[in-house]
């Protein structure tokens, strides 16, 4: 299976579907979600789909009323005024990284597979892993590392990165674990390698910026009424969510105006956090961290 998806169910049954309605699954993947957004919809209705990884795109659906989309979600707007949609129903996300990408060694998400420094998930951009490590500036490494996950060594890790660097390039996965086993801590060896992979792919793809654009475009193109149905994996994903929840922005600034009055766009459907049950966990591991919130365009 490319792909099995996470909470699915759920996710769907937040969207509180209008069978005639248009709809966006801004992170196709497998087409999991998409599959069951359609079960939804009438003759009437359409379903827009996005995917930048071209692997995503060999599982279309052959159906009049499914749209697949090559690009990135953060140009969600654009992608709403070249089909004249205006506004849309309904927008599901699912941030996470799909099982094919970590499961296929030559894309380079995982660790435990081996292979190229790659990581992009969209093989037509430049940058990537191997580019990252060999390239920036001592600096801006150690802001991957200290930003964009939570291990408490990035000095010493950079300083292995910068003195190997000068003397011969990284490559492939197998020398970079290499050069960074002084600092991989005994006994936690997976957890901080998956951390260190988790920064390493979140600037390849420039996933943040891309994430924020992406939420802070949907009061503007969602009806009221409309639903945003996100799942996320950790907190550098869910904080913006929640942001944009309680705020109505990504940076969590309540704005007021001259009478302190607050105008925000969304309210939470779910109170609190909806996450995957055991049963999910265990027929799906990869499910394990996924949260879910809903919000409904006031």
Do not use: W
């Amino acid at each position: 299976m490319y792909h099995k998806p996470v909470l699915l169910n759920e996710s769907i049954q937040g969207l509180n579907i209008s069978p005639k309605g248009v709809y966006f699954d801004v992170t196709f993947g497998g087409g999991g979600h998409s599959t069951e957004i359609l079960k939804h919809l009438s003759d009437e209705g359409h379903l827009f789909a996005i995917d930048q990884d071209q692997d995503a795109h060999k599982n279309a659906i052959d159906d009049p009323r499914f749209t697949l989309i090559y690009g990135n979600f953060r140009y969600i707007k654009n992608y709403v005024d070249y089909y004249n949609l205006n506004k849309v129903d309904g927008i599901l996300a699912d941030f996470g990284v799909s099982s094919h990408q970590f499961d296929i060694e030559g894309r380079g998400f995982s660790f435990r597979l081996g292979g190229s420094l790659d990581m992009r998930m969209n093989i037509e951009q430049s940058n990537t892993a191997a580019n990252i490590l060999n390239n920036y500036k001592e600096e801006e490494l150690y802001r991957v590392f200290k930003q964009y996950c939570d291990i408490t060594n990035p000095g010493k890790l950079v300083g292995l990165i910068t003195q190997e660097r000068s003397i011969s390039e990284f490559t492939d996965i197998e020398k970079f674990l290499e050069v960074i086993k002084p600092a991989t801590p005994a006994k936690k060896e997976i957890k901080y390698l998956a951390q260190v992979f988790q920064a390493l792919r979140i600037e390849v793809n420039d996933e943040i910026n891309a994430l924020n654009i992406f939420l802070d475009s949907c009061a503007d193109i969602l009806l009221p009424g409309g639903r945003l149905s996100a799942i996320s994996y950790h907190s550098l994903e869910d904080r913006p969510v929640k942001n944009l929840i309680k705020t109505g922005n990504t940076r969590g600034e309540l704005i007021k105006d001259f009478y302190g009055r607050t105008d925000l766009p969304f309210k939470a459907v779910n109170r609190q956090l909806i996450l995957p049950s055991e049963s999910e966990i265990e027929d799906n591991p990869r499910a394990k961290s996924a949260k879910l919130r809903i919000a409904e365009r006031v």
